[in-house]
């Protein structure tokens, strides 16, 4: 089987992963008791609330997909609701909920999508802070990459990242996580989009890829 290399922040079993991402938390100063839910879109956002002592897990939680919406119910989140994946499908969660209280969107400092703007036109009440900054990991430059590699990538950033170190060989076959990411290659012609915008989603899809030796 051909190997599988995931480009990522954090590592998934069964796979080499290289991180090729790495985070920088921010703590800004929020008051939590103004707002009455709380909007997730990433795993690395719940991180960054580990920096709080405020209780966050007890406002309403909006969460981009439901590996996110899983994550926040494990770190404690009662009320959880999950979006299909993609930022642009919070916003038709978030008008049933106009009008009843104000939004606290923890992000990262770079977003690859402007759902909030739509949000706001719409009349809900959206406040954003900063908690956390993706930078590209200059250590992952060491790297040697198999010419048949099947590479997943999770985010925009890290195919920017990658893409600053690598090349992309035409040998490679690519799986996106998601449209979004999908959206970001700028070189790469051919690029899988895997089915669910989840990890494992993508992981399952690159391994059928892997496996059949037709797509090399």
Request: hydrophobic share 40%.
């Amino acid at each position: 089987m051909r190997p599988i290399y995931l480009i990522s922040k954090t590592p998934y079993e069964g796979v080499i992963h290289i991180p090729i991402l790495t985070i920088s938390f921010l703590q800004p100063r929020i008051d939590f008791d103004t707002y009455q839910g709380i909007i997730l879109t990433s795993k690395q956002a719940l991180l960054a609330l580990d920096h709080y002592t405020f209780g966050w897990e007890k406002l309403q939680c909006i969460c981009v997909s439901e590996g996110t919406a899983e994550a926040a119910r494990k770190a404690g989140a009662l009320n959880v609701e999950a979006a299909d994946g993609y930022g642009r499908s919070i916003p038709a969660i978030l008008r049933t909920k106009a009008g009843k209280g104000k939004w606290l969107y923890v992000r990262p400092k770079v977003i690859a999508s402007d759902w909030v703007m739509e949000a706001r036109k719409e009349g809900v009440e959206i406040d954003e802070a900063v908690v956390y900054e993706t930078t590209c990991n200059e250590a992952a430059r060491e790297y040697t990459i198999d010419k048949d590699a099947v590479l997943v990538f999770t985010s925009p950033s890290s195919i920017d990242c990658f893409c600053a170190s690598y090349p992309i060989l035409s040998s490679y076959s690519i799986v996106a996580i998601g449209k979004t990411t999908r959206a970001a290659f700028k070189t790469a012609k051919e690029v899988h989009v895997s089915p669910l915008t989840s990890v494992e989603s993508a992981i399952e899809l690159a391994r059928k890829i892997a496996q059949d030796a037709s797509a090399f």
